[in-house]
């Protein structure tokens, strides 16, 4: 025999019905529904509880209850998330807040990883193709080069697929809204922090393939002319996905002893793509008998672990905004028929040892 509060489920299931399901649909307040089915207050919240689990509705404390657009027997519905690589250090936090904004509008996740492979990224867009999802948030591939899957997004576009970019988009797909860092404030911020420290004669090593990389050398470049400054192009270095996976698999480490030996030269500071890049590189330069910030100040991009993991814990710059969270509530918005646009989130310094 059914408990009271699995009756009352059963009545307001019928009421989301009625309703077609409609997202953002408030069911009536806990204390309007126990003063009409003559329930007590812990009934109906076990009630809304079952409703939840289920994924048909959102409770906001403070506010209600709303439907989140799931109909009672349908299949539960799929966000794919497409990103670069599973083990990067920055994706889990991400996905965790991505999924949880996801499941409590009765969504479910599917992730995939293309390696930065435009192959693999061509192989995933294809099988979402042939297996619909309800919207797709992804990280592209060599974002900083001409994609030539850019018709494979048009296909899901055509579909009525929602597609929201992380971290940087295509050249061409503009229609398309991306969530990204504000990569060229970012660049900027830090060569201006350094120049504020004293340092005239400042290095760099950035990631080409990806269009964070060359935003965030621009910012930087353009704070150093601003400062009156000397460009000198042959302290820059620049690796690519290849040099990266090298770097952290096989231990091959030329990308970094090259930018030592032919780069670096009487610089006396140097800003890192990211902190994976500037962790091995402060590694390689105490190994070399360099003192870190005492010959060269280091700093970089994600305040991450790893920004604390080393010898000498790294200036970042740390993300204001939950990135998986911001884009996750632009695909909701999307699904919904709201408007969605790009946004670039701002960055805050945490300064430490290394400069």
Not at 167 to 193: E, F, I, M, S
Not at 263 to 286: F, M, P, S
Not at 318 to 333: F, L, T
């Amino acid at each position: 025999m059914a408990t009271k509060y699995q009756l009352l489920a059963d009545r307001l299931r019928e009421e989301l019905t009625r309703n077609s399901g409609q997202a953002g649909y408030k069911l009536p307040t806990e204390q309007e529904l126990s003063r009409r089915y003559r329930l007590s207050r812990q009934t109906v919240r076990h009630a809304l509880a079952l409703l939840e689990e289920e994924g048909l509705i959102q409770r906001r404390q403070g506010s209600g209850s709303y439907a989140t657009g799931l109909l009672p027997g349908e299949a539960p519905r799929q966000i794919a998330v497409v990103t670069s690589f599973l083990d990067d250090y920055i994706f889990p936090a991400i996905l965790h807040d991505a999924s949880d904004v996801f499941s409590r509008q009765g969504y479910s996740t599917a992730v995939y990883a293309t390696e930065n492979q435009v192959s693999a990224e061509r192989e995933i867009l294809l099988r979402l193709l042939e297996e619909p999802v309800s919207g797709l948030l992804v990280e592209g591939s060599k974002t900083a080069l001409p994609t030539p899957n850019a018709d494979l997004y048009q296909r899901l576009l055509q579909t009525g697929t929602p597609v929201v970019f992380l971290h940087g988009a295509y050249a061409g797909l503009d229609q398309v809204p991306c969530v990204a860092d504000d990569n060229y404030g970012g660049g900027y911020q830090l060569a201006r922090y350094l120049t504020g420290r004293g340092h005239r004669e400042i290095a760099g090593i950035f990631k080409g393939d990806d269009i964070q990389g060359p935003q965030r050398y621009h910012g930087a470049v353009s704070a150093l002319r601003d400062a009156g400054l000397a460009l000198r192009d042959r302290r820059f270095a620049w690796y690519d996905t290849e040099d990266r996976r090298r770097l952290l698999e096989g231990k091959d480490r030329r990308l970094l002893t090259d930018f030592l030996q032919k780069r670096l030269e009487d610089a006396t500071a140097v800003i890192c793509y990211n902190d994976e890049i500037a962790y091995h590189l402060i590694q390689a330069l105490l190994e070399a008998g360099r003192r870190v910030p005492g010959e060269v100040a280091v700093v970089s991009f994600d305040n991450s672990y790893l920004s604390q993991l080393g010898p000498v814990p790294i200036t970042s710059l740390s993300h204001r905004s939950r990135m998986g969270r911001v884009a996750a509530e632009q695909m909701i918005g999307l699904l919904q028929r709201e408007p969605a646009r790009s946004r670039a989130l701002e960055w805050e310094l945490v300064v430490r040892s290394s400069g």
